[in-house]
């Protein structure tokens, strides 16, 4: 599987937009790009994912680089309950397993 | 309403004591996965079946087992638990949309496992 790289941990207040990069340098073209996050002590949950262009949802938006060798998540405006950690994936597009990488602990400020 | 959901959320066992972990879903999707995640770790694959296919990762102990008796049924079977093994496993799912593309996953909550 390609590899993902996060930071360890960002940290951001509350209402405030939040940028959560994601380098992917040896992405293939078939790779879609997945953000997932999980919430403490509950199972993940899906966020949005993309192939090529932007991408856009109720929970967040996907930047994708032209090259596609790195990505953005934008929590447009955090709350308190958008603390979790956040992994980038990548997934063949019709590949049946999802692999997990380390992600990044993201801390809101009240 | 819960969508996939895992029995029981604790479980305590003794060192080498057998334990089955079970995972039921109401989505009707033929691929349903394992995970375990140690404390501040990400989650680990396991394995997972597509309808009635095993596929077992290369690192995953002989210690675990799995079944899928139904489409809306797995269980995992940890046959001999030792002190590492302690840990929260995670159930998921996905189906396939158009154009044989693979679904998100839809996780449970998880069972959380303490071995003593």
């Known amino acids: 599987d390609a590899k993902t790289t996060q930071p360890n941990s960002m940290e951001s207040n509350e209402e405030e937009p939040v940028h959560l990069p994601c380098n992917h340098s040896?992405?293939?073209?078939?790779?879609?790009i997945h953000w997932y996050r999980q919430l403490p002590s509950q199972g993940p949950e899906y966020v949005i994912h993309?192939?090529?262009s932007n991408v856009n949802n109720r929970m967040a938006s996907l930047a994708i680089a032209e090259d596609r060798k790195s990505s953005t998540l934008i929590l447009h405006r955090a709350t308190l309950r958008d603390a979790a950690v956040y992994y980038c994936?990548?997934?063949?597009?019709?590949?049946?397993?999802?692999?997990f990488g380390q992600g990044t602990r993201l801390t809101i400020n009240p | 309403d819960a969508m996939v959901i895992q029995n029981p959320r604790y479980q305590v066992t003794q060192f080498g004591k057998p334990v089955t972990l079970s995972c039921s879903q109401t989505?009707?999707?033929?691929?349903m996965y394992w995970y375990q995640q140690k404390s501040s770790q990400a989650p680990k694959l396991l394995f997972h079946?597509?309808?009635?296919?095993?596929?077992n990762e290369a690192d995953t102990p002989d210690n675990f087992q799995s079944r899928r008796p139904n489409t809306s049924f797995c269980f995992l079977d940890i046959r001999s638990p030792g002190l590492g093994d302690a840990a929260m496993y995670l159930c998921?799912?996905?189906?396939?949309?158009?154009?044989?593309?693979?679904?998100?996953?839809?996780f449970g909550e998880g069972s959380r496992l303490t071995v003593l």
């Open positions: 998921a799912t996905s189906g396939y949309g158009g154009e044989g593309v693979a679904g998100e996953l839809f």
């Open positions: 989505l009707n999707h033929n691929v």
């Open positions: 994936i990548l997934r063949d597009r019709g590949a049946q397993k999802l692999v």
């Open positions: 079946y597509y309808d009635k296919d095993f596929n």
């Open positions: 993309g192939l090529t």
């Open positions: 040896t992405i293939s073209g078939t790779d879609y």
